[in-house]
């Protein structure tokens, strides 16, 4: 796809989540298209040395945008709320929100999991989730045709063992995913949610013993024959259009990628 067909330039976006391979490849594909992208999340210092890189590339291309790290830990409203406003007196405003805080792998076994950590995994993984959505959507509502995109993991359809947990949660996302949409829509910003299929991190933190992806997925095969790898940048594209005003006629919808199709 070429790049003026996102039609990206001047958006600011966040991308919230854990610091991995997927969000540093959606921090390059989005910038790449021109948006300025903040990444929010409990990042270390390689992130900070990411954004030095994309920033570093905005000097050759100057039609790339720029990017810079917040580092949150998004469990309070005030860390939250600090972060949000970070970003929008940066880049003079915010336009759309990535969450992908449910593609880490929080494996939690429903029967197996004691109240209280029934409780802290919801702190991590919805709570976050919920918290900077909604302090995002204050920003957002002021600009036009505003996106609020949640990338999960689609794993809770394979029934994995110790996943059960986990797919509580991530159902309850796309679930809100299209009442949030419904709620919002007259304000002229558009929600959905992206569930993606195997992917290469997801494989070697599932089965860390295997050590390769391809070990890995033969054994995710046994338990799910029609398993396939599905690409980073597939879903980085997936999410650039998804965050574009290319796809204002998209919304409320929980939409899959999975290797070979999409």
Known sequence: MRQISFKLQDKT???????????????TT??????DVALIGPSAQEARRFCDNLN?????????????VIESSLDSESSVQE??????????GLDALIDSRMLSRH????????????METFQDVLHSTLLITQMALQFIEGRQKGRVIFVLHDSWRWALPGEELSSVFRSCLQQLTKTLAQEITEKNITVNALAVGVTEEFLLQRYPKSGSAE???????????SARMV??????HLVAFLASPL???INGQVLTAHGGWI
Do not use: W, Y
Not at 13 to 27: D, E, K, R, V
Not at 231 to 236: E, F, T, V, Y
């Open 231 to 236: 690409d980073a940048q597939d879903i980085s």
């Open 13 to 27: 976006i966040i991308l919230s989540g854990t610091f991995n391979h997927q969000m540093q490849n959606m921090a």
């Open 83 to 92: 972060a949000v406003s970070r970003t929008a007196e940066s880049f003079g």
């Open 56 to 68: 570093d590339a905005r000097e050759i291309n100057s039609s790339f945008g720029r990017s810079l």
């Open 247 to 249: 796809s204002s006629a």
């Open 30 to 35: 989005l910038t790449s298209l021109g948006a």
């Open 215 to 225: 070990l890995a997925l033969k054994e995710l095969k046994a338990h799910c024959p």
């Open 107 to 118: 494996p939690k076994s429903f029967s197996q999991s004691s109240s209280q950590e029934m």
